[in-house]
């Protein structure tokens, strides 16, 4: 399992390099990997960050991998919470 920690301001810019960074990653080793994305960083989390979140968890569940978000900071739950994808955290919520 590989892990990609997200930066503390995930923008669109940054949130298009994660893209990059996943489709690199699944390229290089022909198969979905299994990924965890540590979240405990975060301290603003844009829409385009989120898009990118919910299809790479879309693929890579099509291609049998599983992508996990995890450490949500508060103010990543606070974004994914206001945005309708709080189901990206995959960890107990409690």
């Known amino acids: 399992m590989r892990t990609i ?3 503390a301001r995930v923008t ?4 298009q390099a994660l893209w990059y960074d996943l489709e690199s990653r699944s390229e290089a ?4 990997p299994d990924i965890t994305i540590d979240a ?4 603003h989390l844009s829409a ?3 898009q990118v979140l919910l299809v790479a968890r879309q ?3 099509r291609d049998g ?3 996990t978000l995890t450490a949500a900071s508060p103010e990543c739950r606070d974004s994914l919470r206001v945005m309708g994808a709080l189901s990206l955290i995959t960890e107990d919520m409690a």
């Open 12 to 15: 669109p810019d940054s949130a």
């Open 40 to 43: 405990s960083a975060v301290r």
């Open 48 to 50: 385009a960050a989120v």
């Open 65 to 67: 991998g599983v992508l």
């Open 5 to 7: 920690e997200l930066v």
């Open 29 to 32: 080793v022909g198969a979905k």
């Open 59 to 61: 693929r890579a569940a």
